[in-house]
């Protein structure tokens, strides 16, 4: 007598880990985000008083990059360690970094006018975390859900991540509005529950350890990453995108200066983008991108950049607030599709160390971008240095379509995600007994 097979959940939600798992990404994006708006405005602020404002650009440049060093630095170290130990561990040990990091903040903040060398201090130690954290939670998801439901658990990860970043900057700018040290402690408590929720995930069974050296292993992430074409041209695809066309750094300048807005429309003005990327993720979400991916993926992306020149010559804050809204929209896409192909065409052995890289890369095109927005504005005044960088990313795009005609043939992600061997199965042994 045959044995029916086990009926595939619906929707990832019907997985207990996954809802953990979905949680603690929210609430952490949240506490994030909250905590990097206010450290922003907090420094665009006081170097605004008294080195004036291109000055001020600059050192929000620097911002960016006192977050990007650390994930620099660490980056294989990170990946071998995520594809080497239990990934669930090493979560719960940078969520609990980014604990201690909110509390500093929330007892800096009050003080009236804390220093910017602390503030770059615990902008550092931010960035440490968050090189443990990407690696280790991105290998971890796809061992949550059986490969085929693997595209819509991506889409609802966006998605988390999207609501976290439509939400927490305003209310870390409304917030600081009442008082400098709510944004820390409310983002305090949502790190709490996202530990919470990380240990409520079960142990998963990671895959057998390479009797490689450590170094050997590391050359063999990057030598994969270099040999898939695909997952190469992905992961490059944002990186010069965004280093050209995020205008993330920019926007105190604009809330302050141009659109006169004030940190509550920072706030806005930094949500924007998510506003119309958790659109777009809600609705993959629940349905599928369909066929020609990898040509949906560089449009996405020409997009991006059209969105982001508007952006940059707008004088209106609603004008500004649609471009940047239009621009999420055509990132979520982008993000969608690069996360699924490289999820899809990676071994769960190497997903540590393609992860690690692909988090430089993320890391690269986000803070790399504020510098070099920071930069720009400083030499040729922040309305060019949008302009011109929103110009480029439509540039890339078109540049990418000739170099990675493998990306640009790539189908449809429910026909590749078919073809992978299933995750391992949640390991029921005794924690004692996992090595």
């Known amino acids: 007598m045959s044995i029916a097979p086990k009926a595939l959940p619906a929707s990832p939600f019907a997985i207990g880990a996954f809802r953990a798992f979905w949680t603690a990404k929210l609430a952490s994006t949240l506490a994030q985000l909250m905590m990097v708006v206010v450290i922003g405005w907090q420094v665009y602020d006081i170097a605004r008083q008294t080195m004036g404002i291109r000055d001020a650009a600059l050192l929000l440049g620097l911002v960016g990059l006192a977050q990007f060093l650390p994930v620099v630095l660490l980056t294989l170290p990170v990946g071998w360690v995520a594809d080497r130990f239990d990934r669930r561990q090493i979560a719960r040990a940078a969520i609990a970094l980014e604990i201690l990091c909110a509390a500093l903040l929330a007892w800096l903040a009050f003080d009236q006018r804390p220093s910017l060398p602390a503030l770059f201090a615990v902008a550092s130690t931010l960035g440490v975390a968050r090189a443990f954290a990407a690696p280790a939670l991105t290998a971890l998801a796809p061992n949550l859900v059986p490969p085929a439901l693997l595209p819509r658990a991506i889409a609802w990860n966006s998605m988390g991540w999207q609501v976290g970043a439509v939400m927490g900057p305003p209310l870390g700018g409304y917030l600081y509005a009442g008082a400098p040290a709510w944004p820390y402690l409310t983002a305090l408590t949502l790190l709490g529950v996202a530990l919470v929720a990380l240990l409520r995930i079960p142990p998963v069974a990671r895959p057998p350890r390479s009797a490689e050296p450590p170094l050997a292993q590391v050359r063999a992430g990057l030598a994969y ?27 105190p300048i604009y809330a302050r200066d141009i659109l006169m807005v004030g940190p509550e429309g920072l706030g806005h003005l930094r949500a924007a983008p998510s506003v119309g990327a958790a659109l777009v993720a809600f609705i ?11 040509v949906k993926l560089l449009a996405a992306v020409a997009l991006f950049g059209g969105a982001i020149t508007v952006f940059g010559l707008s004088e209106s804050f609603f004008l500004s607030l649609a471009a940047l809204g239009v621009a999420g929209a055509a990132d979520m896409v982008s993000v969608y599709v690069r996360q699924s192909l490289i999820q899809i065409h990676t071994p769960d052995a190497m997903r540590g160390r393609v992860a690690a890289v692909s988090s430089l890369f993320i890391g690269a095109s986000n803070e790399l971008g504020e510098l070099q927005s920071g930069l720009a504005a400083a030499l040729i005044g922040p309305v060019a240095a949008a302009v011109a960088g929103g110009l480029g990313a439509v540039g890339v795009a078109l540049a990418w379509s000739r170099l990675f005609p493998a990306l640009r043939a790539a189908d449809r992600l429910e026909d590749a995600a078919a073809s992978v061997a299933a995750p391992p199965a949640l390991d029921k042994r005794p924690k004692e007994a996992i090595p």
């Open 225 to 251: 990453v270099w040999a898939n074409k695909i997952v190469l041209g992905a992961i490059s695809l944002d990186l010069f995108a965004v280093i050209l066309g995020g205008a993330t750094a920019l926007l």
């Open 284 to 294: 993959l979400a629940r349905g599928s991108l369909g066929g020609r991916v990898g």
